[in-house]
């Protein structure tokens, strides 16, 4: 049907008049001008989707114009705008991991003498995270530092390599070197108390050196002086650790603090004279044997502050030596001198990665620049001087002293990794996290069985049937594993609680840090006079130490949680208590962790300076309070409540201080006396520890 011309004339009067499509304003400011549908569609389409959705305008014109009229009409673009939003929510919903958590920033105590920063996985930022400890932390001020302390404590400290020490000429140094015999007593001391000393120099060659040097002194350098020094001075300490009484009173009678000032002394004194900053032969191995005696003067609680920053001096020392770069790539350099430079950078890439877990710092060697390969497995007997070439590895069931620092630092490399990752400012995702742990406990399956002493207890090494050496070792491989199970799974532990998703981490880590505290026990025991690690027990007071302390802030955080679900009428209801305990949960558990905490509280009352250490200080007021608090409520687990004495724990007594302090300032001993009830002292007895 045909309209007439009046009638056409009529529609297109009332027809709209098209005015020109204007860009806004901030397009017109850009000097952009773009249509009103695109800016509608940018409103409200992520900007990956609009890419999408031009490419798909292009693709309609295109078809549009091509098809024939009959066949089907495609998609309009809202349509296909809609397709692509609801396909793209899709596929993140699928691939999206758990949104990363986000770690604590670590702990800064700011005061009037220093600012003091330890990362988020130290034992000290632990617990200072427990909420049910912050009243403790606050009301004690023990626990914090005041620049008068600082100053007294730094006026009584003598000087370290960073400052000054006196100027001494070669022969007032020569002077202080005692007989021979004496000296010859503590060179033995020092090389059979470690592995260290044989790692850094090698004792057949050191021998000829020696002697070499009581036959003419002018014909060593000063620097290995000074090597001799710090190895003297090394064997007085661990002498005061021997078992054998007779040794041990002969260094008392010589006055072992006075012998290790003067030694340390005579170490810096040659280390400054012959130019360590220039790195001359034998400088390296001086300084890391002098940061060994640095961390064993700074006791066996300190936080090894000096030794910390002496490290970084020692790391580009050796960087500027070219101990990061294999010997193979220096034609002129012997295949001995090689394969020594290897088992010295060994040690400090080990120290690095150690001083770095006890700080929650990060590393200071980087070894994607580095490529020095590891130590061949060989005995010390198994390397000349004169040597062509180097001989086969031996088996592994050798056990050879390279194997072992091997074996340690593939430990301390994929700990390395988890630190990256749990320091990275950057959130990791979960899935990063479990792929780690099958990595960690990968290496650590496949490293252990050499170093696993028979016969072997179910859940403790038997340490007091296995060579000692042996046993040792094996203690350390496992330490660093459990370490690093927490560090990795820490953060999930709280969440794991009520998440199936991240019960796996809560799990690893209150497994772990159990481990850590049944071998804190144990070697507590062993390591006493008559202990069958009596000669190794410096080892585990100075260098394991951190790692007790870690594992006891762990459980501490898991006993503060158990702790805070308690119902708020827990003190008066017995009843009403226990089920507060996560509404009666895994009793085993809760009891496991419960007896590891007050098992670990009766060594840190016993450790040796305890009064005058400020980490002992805050360990022990933190269990006192956690553990006064589940006795409070009533939740003690039976097996203990059931024989233990009234007066079980301290701060129920009046005659104990907030320190465990008793009026008569006496520990109770181990062994059948610690079982005895005392009225005014600690008491759990050992029957009851499910260790």
Partial sequence: MTLSEEERQAQAARRRREKPQLSCNLCRKRNLLEPTTTRILDQSIPSDVKDRVKQLESQVEYLMGALSQDEPIPPTLEDNVLLIQDQTHQQDHYRQDPEPIVDSAGWLQISQGRDDYVGSAHWLAILQGIPALRNVFQNNTFLTNNEDDLNNRAAEEEPDLLGYCGKASREDILGAIPSKGFVDALMTVCFVNTDNEAMLVHPPTFQKEYDSFWENPTSVSTMWIGLLFALMCLAVQYQQFSSNEERRLQIADAQPERLVRLYRQKTIQCLVQGKYCQGPRYAVETMLLYLFIETLREGETKSLQGPWVLWGSLVRIAFRAGYHRDGSHWPTMSCFEAERRRRVWNMLVGWDMYLSIQFGLPRMINISLCDTADPRNLFEEDLDEDMLELPSPRPESSRTIGQFHVAKNQLLNIFGMVNDLTMS????????????????????????????????????????????????????????????????????MSLGRNQERYAHSRKVCIEAALAILRHQWALYLETRIGGQLCRHGWKFLSLLVQDFLFATAILCAELGEEISLASPSAAVDVQTSTAGWNGGGDTDLRDAVFHALSSSYIVWLQSDGSYSSQEIKTVVAALRHLLSRVQAIGSCPSRVSASRPSTSLPGTDPGIDELGHTQSQQRVGYGPEIDKPTSGDVYWGLGHFPI
Avoid: G, M, N
């Fill in 425 to 492: 400012v950057k959130p990791s995702s979960y899935t990063e996290v479990l792929r780690l742990d099958k990595v960690l406990t990968s290496a650590y399956e496949s490293i252990i069985p050499v170093w696993k002493s028979e016969p072997q207890a179910q859940d403790l090494p038997s340490l007091s049937q296995a060579p000692a050496t042996i046993s040792v070792r094996c203690t350390f491989l496992t330490f660093i594993y459990h370490r690093a199970q927490i560090v990795l799974h820490r953060k999930y």
